[in-house]
Structures are given as C-alpha cells and as structure tokens.
C-alpha cells in the first residue's frame, strides 16, 4: 500500500465511523463515589485490612512524617497482596521515575512454585514490599553508577498510594518507589521531591512557630498540574514517521485556516474527544486521581484536564500516570495523544501549568490572603520569601524547564518567555508597593460586578487580574509556574520551588526569630527583599517586545535556549542550597546536569535524523514524480504544438534543488560535534529549519494526491 492510500484510508474510515464510543461510561451506573479510588490501596481500604496499630503507624508516616517502622511491613505486604489478588493481580511492581523523565516498571509475579513442582505459592513478604533491586543500569545515572558498582534499589514511598494498574489480560499492583544506587545517591526524580518536602516542611514550621501557633502540623507542599495536549487521529500519527519517533511535526505547511478564529477555545467538545474524555476521567478515578477540569484549548486539535490538587509528591506520582493513563485511553478511540511542547509549528504548543502552594492541616492554605492581605502579615511574610526565592534563583528556575521540546515553546509569542518573572496582580503589588515605601495601610478592594442586565446577578470581582503572559503568577491563593513543558515530569519544578522557597523561610525566620518587635523585624525584612528583589515583580504583557528590553535593564536573566540554561543547575549558589538543605548532593546535581544535557542532544539528533530521512525518502520522491509529469505533459504537448507553462518545472526543481541543498547541509552538520549541547542548538537545528523551508514550499505546489504526509489541515481538524 502506498502512503497515498493510507491517507485516503485514514480520512474515509473516520467519515464512516457511526459511533464514537469503544467502551461506554454510564456514571449513572457507575456511580462515581464507587469507582473512585477503588484501584487503589487507599487509607480506607489499609483501615479495614490491617490491625490498628499497624494502621496508626503507617499514617504517622504518611501524615506527619515519622520514620516508617519497618515492622509493620509483613502485615501491610501480606494485606496488600490480598486486596491486588482479589482484584485478579497476579504480578507486583516497583514503580520508578528514572532521569529520563519517564516512568519505569519491572513486573515480578506474586508465584513461586511449590515444592511438588505441581503448585504455584502466592508470596509477597514485607522485604520485597519496602525493597527491590530491578538492577535497570542502563537508566542514564549521570555518571552516578559505575558498571562496576551498577546496583540500583528500589524503595517503598509509602506517601504515594499503590495502585492497581489494568490491562485487557490482568491486572499489576503498582507501588511507588524511590530509585537510589548502592551508595544511597538518588537516580530518580522522587527522591529529591520527598528530601524538599522534608525541608521546606521543617523551615515553614519555624514561620508559623514565630507567629505564635501553638499545633502545628506537618506543612505540605501542594501541586496541582494542568495538563495541556494535542488529540491527533492514529492513522494520521502512525503515516508521520516525526510524530511517531519524535513527537512533532518536523514538516508541514500551514493549513489555510489556524487558529486564528479563536473558534476551537472553550468550543463544543467534539464526541469522539468527550468519549475520549469520559474513559479518560473514569480510569483516572478508579486510580483515585481527582480529575476536575476539561476544554478544548487555543489550537485546533489542543485540550486541557486539570485535577485537582494533592501533596506535591503525590501530585507528581499522579501527573505521570495521568500522562500514561491519557496516552493509554487515547489508543482505545483511535486517537494518538501528543504531549509535546510544539507538535506543530506555527500553532500553541502545549504546556503544563504547575499551581503550587504551602499548607497543612492546623493552618490552612499559607498563601491564602484573605480579603485584606495587608493586615495578614502571616501570608506576606510567605509571599516575600517567595519573591524573594524566585527573583534570587531565577535562573534555576528557568533551568528545570529546559529541553528541547521546550525551547521551541518558551519565549514564542504563546507562553511565557525565558525572563522569569513574578505576576503579583493589582491588590498583591499594591500592597508590596505601599511595604517598600514604608509600610502597608489598606488593601484595593475587589468589589462587585454589575454586568447592567438586571436579569444577570452581581459578580463578586476578584481582587487581582489574570495575566497569561507571566510565567510565575499569584492567582488568588497559590503561585501559578506556567512554563513547565507538556511532556515533562513536574518533580524537577517542584523540587526547584520547595528548595528556594525553604532558603528563603530560612532566612526570613532568621530574621524574625527572637525579634523584640516582631511587626517592625516584618516590615524590615519585608521591605528589604522589596528593595533588593522587587525588580522580579513584573504585571505586564509578558510577550511584548518592550518586555525583552525592559527586563534587560532591570538585569533579570534571559536564558533563551535549554543550553544557556541547564548549567544553573549546578551554578554554585544552586549547590550550596541543595546540600545545605539536603535535597541533592553536588555530584547529584552534576549526574542531572550530565542526563539532561544528553537527552537534550539525543533529541535534536533523532530529528536530524528523521528529517534527513524524510527529505529523502518522502518529499524527495514526490517531488520528482511530480517533476516527471510536468516533464511529460510538457513532452507531449510540445509534440502537438502546444504552449506548456515550463515556468511551473523551473519552480518545481529549484524547489528540489534547494531541498536537496538543505539536505546535504544537515548532513554535514550532523557529522559534528552532536554531543554537544551548544552545537545542537545552533548548528543543527537551523540546519533542519532550512529542509523544513524547502519542504513546506514544496507541499504547497506538488499535488494533493503525490504528497506522501498527512498535512496539517487532515491532523488538525478531523475528529
Ligand atoms: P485555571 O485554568 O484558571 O488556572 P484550573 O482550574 O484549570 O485553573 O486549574 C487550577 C489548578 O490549581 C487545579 O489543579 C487546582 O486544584 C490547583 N490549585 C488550587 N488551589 C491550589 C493550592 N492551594 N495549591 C496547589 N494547587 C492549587
Ligand atoms: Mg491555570
């Protein structure tokens, strides 16, 4: 079968289709206070399973962070395997997020056999619950492991719920682990997300401490991940040899209509997708992931679910498999789901919006202001230290962002630039402001709405502004870090948030503690970091030009590319907090900085390649097939006398040449230094825009029916 036909197929079968819906969800049936959570090893089901005190023990560890007794594992072990075999699980994994982002799992049956060699024994000991080995030494570590010294363990994080994962053919009991070598150094992106939270947790307390509170329980980091993604019909995503090995379109002329209409924003979802959706939130509630919020987003073909959010460890536990389970229900409509940054150029690529917060059980939301945020010093005091975090690390924190996915987002005129910077709104900079020069007095009011229909009630107005252009946002009561990738794990951001913020708890306290006048150390401190770290506070376009400029000469960092940025992470000031607070050692943040810096050249590499292949065995040919039949038409009609338009052949095969020039020159950049960041980005990549160039000016002019790639206009927008 050749492509052609394959495109033809694709667009008729989805004509043909009469229902949109492989496995209907009846929430009327299935009542949803049921299915959730009812995969999962959740506290309801530990209280019924396990003795009290074996319960008691384990939710001190998972509520207030006392060390976990290891001899309750026997008894958890044993009752989890019940309820896993009970719900037909017949294997048992670890759970693992290597460096590379992605989510890693080495299944081993609950079986051994018995001694008559006819029987099978169901066994899962405490040992095997808290420990494994999966050995899995060709994760990238860094060069934290050595072949020579290669063990790799696995460790029950008892803060993350286990799970029951299902397949058409059984089901797996799934427990989160942390990944660490042989000499306890961290592989793994939990690891350091867990140390964080230890952290900020011990730093925040001391805040509260100095305001007087008596109960104080454990502060907790939240997270609540907005996932953006593209839908794409399979068939199209299977006859696109970029999006199946890279995920984006590395060719492919704009389709005569975009997104220009705003007509695919906030739309009618379309069936096949809210099928899609139903499945989707169904699973995600049998694995009790609080799926909350979905629409269509700007681009066609673009949507958005958001859950609700959960401690910031577990918050990123679920994102991956919100990322799995998408990909996974995807499949079952015919879709594929894209994640990643910038599936198509000249279209929003797709992000993921990481609201963050502090709270606990006895005080509530920390960065809640209240109505009247100038009276709540509590929470000024948590604001501060987070401008005051954000405006000094800035750089990191344009660093735990970086890929190359990512780079072709960032900075274009759809998401935050590469200048990280704090969006505060009208009340909250006011307030701030009236700190600097002095001291606060009052704060702006929101007020209400009166829309002038009568019909209409008020509206409560809120007190502050949105602003989609920052990428580090105050929206309401939490702080709104836009410019995470789509395909990206949250835990690098996390970690990066949880660990500058407790510096600077840190050092607020340690202004604050002992002070004789605990308002007037307030408004010092606070108006020091105004002075010093105010520049950082920015409410405007962040997209703008003037922007670019004005951020230039307030000094603020501007690191456009994954290569200017991702040697922050082990600038020395980056180190010095990381092991102070005892997130991650130097030679761990160097591991990172090495992993990163590979996965971001693999990933420039693998395009170079799939562009080059494509040029050559795809558009390419079709060119000169078309260049044949212009030849042949002109043959023939020459032969009887006819005028023939050769300047359509002249166009066509300076096109070719121009494809073919580009061609060689990707090649020849190829053949350099591709192991290095620096290199990829400027060398390589240009390189590839030029074949881009040339093909894109080719599929306008060769014909539909020649042209071996699904286009833009058959992924975009059929549904
Ligand atoms: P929007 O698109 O307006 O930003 P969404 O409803 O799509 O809002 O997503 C907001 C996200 O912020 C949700 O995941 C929500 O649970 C999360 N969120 C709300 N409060 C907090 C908080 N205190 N800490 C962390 N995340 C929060
Ligand atoms: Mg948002």
Redesign the pocket.
């Known amino acids: 079968m050749n492509s052609t036909t394959t495109r033809a197929d694709v667009v008729s079968t989805i004509s043909k289709r009469s229902s949109a819906v492989a496995d209907p969800v009846n929430f009327a049936d299935e009542a949803v206070s049921d299915l959730f959570g009812c995969n999962t090893f959740n506290r309801a089901t530990m209280e019924k399973t396990l003795s009290a005190e074996t319960y008691a023990k384990l939710l001190g560890t998972i509520e207030d962070g006392t060390k976990l007794d290891a001899s309750v594992a026997d008894e958890v072990a044993d009752a989890m395997r019940a309820w896993a075999m009970e719900k037909g699980a017949t294997h048992f994994t670890h759970v693992f997020y290597p460096l590379t982002g992605y989510t890693a799992e080495k299944h081993d049956s609950f079986y051994d056999p018995g001694t008559d060699g006819a029987t099978a024994i169901s066994k899962f000991k405490g040992k095997t619950l808290i420990q494994g080995e999966p050995d899995a030494s060709s994760f990238p570590s860094g060069g934290l492991r050595q072949t020579h010294e290669a063990r790799g363990y696995t460790a029950w994080d008892v803060t993350s719920t286990a799970y029951i994962m299902e397949n058409p053919c059984g089901t797996t009991l799934c427990i989160p682990t942390s990944f660490v070598s042989w000499k306890g150094e961290a592989l793994d992106k939990k690891t350091p997300v867990l140390k964080s939270m230890a952290a900020i947790d011990k730093q925040a307390r001391r805040i509260l401490e100095i305001f007087g509170h008596e109960k104080i329980s454990k502060v907790s980091a ?5 996932q953006e993604y593209f839908l794409v019909d399979k068939g199209f995503y299977l006859s696109r040899p970029d999006l199946l090995s890279a995920g984006r379109t590395l060719v492919g002329a704009k389709p005569p209509k975009g997104q220009e209409f705003d007509d695919h924003y906030f739309g009618v979802i379309p069936d096949r997708v809210m099928s899609f959706m139903y499945d989707l939130d169904r699973e995600l509630f049998k694995l009790g992931i609080p799926s ?2 979905r629409h269509n987003e700007v681009a066609p073909g673009q949507f ?1 679910i ?4 959960e401690s910031a460890n577990q918050a990123t536990d679920h994102q991956q498999l919100v990322m799995t389970v998408m990909k996974k229900v995807a499949d079952k409509y015919g879709f594929a789901c894209l994640l990643h940054e910038k599936p198509f150029a000249g279209l929003n690529g797709s992000g993921k ?1 990481v ?3 502090l ?1 606990n059980s006895t005080q509530g ?1 920390l ?2 202001p209240g109505e009247t945020p100038h009276e709540n010093a509590q929470f000024l005091v948590f604001a501060g230290a987070v401008i005051r975090a954000v405006s000094k690390f800035a750089p990191l924190l344009r660093a735990v962002v970086a890929s190359a996915g990512n780079d072709h987002r960032l900075g274009a005129n759809e998401a935050p630039p590469a200048i990280i910077s704090v969006y505060l709104g009208d009340q909250l900079a006011d307030v701030f402001e009236q700190i600097k020069n002095g001291g606060a007095t009052m704060s702006k009011p929101g007020g209400v709405m009166n829309i002038g229909v009568d019909s209409l009630p008020e509206l409560p107005k809120d007190a502050g502004d ?1 602003n989609r252009t920052s990428p580090f946002a105050f ?1 309401g ?2 702080f ?1 870090f836009r410019a995470v990738g789509s395909n990206q794990s949250i835990a690098g951001p996390l970690v990066a948030l949880n660990t500058i913020v407790c510096e600077s708890l840190d050092y607020v306290a340690g202004r604050l503690e002992g002070a004789p006048d605990l308002n007037a150390a307030i408004q010092e401190v606070l108006q020091e970091i105004m002075t010093e770290h105010g520049a950082v506070i920015f409410n405007g376009n962040g997209y703008s030009e003037e922007w670019h400029a004005e951020a230039a000469e307030r000094g603020l960092p501007n690191l456009k590319t994954s290569p200017d940025a991702l040697p922050e992470i082990v600038s020395d000031e980056v180190v010095e907090i990381f092991e102070k607070y005892h997130v991650l050692s130097k030679s761990e943040l160097e591991s990172r900085l090495e992993v990163y810096s590979e996965q971001y050249c693999a990933h420039v590499n693998v395009e170079a390649n799939l562009a080059t292949e494509m040029g050559r065995t795809m558009i390419f040919p079709a060119a000169v097939r078309y260049l044949n039949e212009l030849a042949l038409t002109g043959a023939h009609l020459k032969a009887i006398s006819k005028e023939f338009p050769t300047a359509v052949i002249d166009k066509v095969s300076g096109l070719v040449s121009e494809l073919e020039t580009a061609l060689d020159e990707l090649e020849s950049a190829h053949s350099g230094a591709t192991e290095e960041p620096e290199y990829s980005a400027t060398r390589i990549l240009p390189a590839m825009l030029k074949v881009r160039e040339a093909s894109d000016k080719l599929e306008a002019i060769i014909p539909d029916d020649l042209w071996p790639l699904p286009t833009y206009q058959e992924m975009l927008f059929i549904k």
Do not use: C, I, M
Request: proline share 8%.
């Open positions: 939240s997270a609540g991940p907005e909350k919020t958005e958001a859950p609700v959010f919006h609201n963050w917060s709270g939301n960065l809640d949105r929206t009561n939490r709104e």
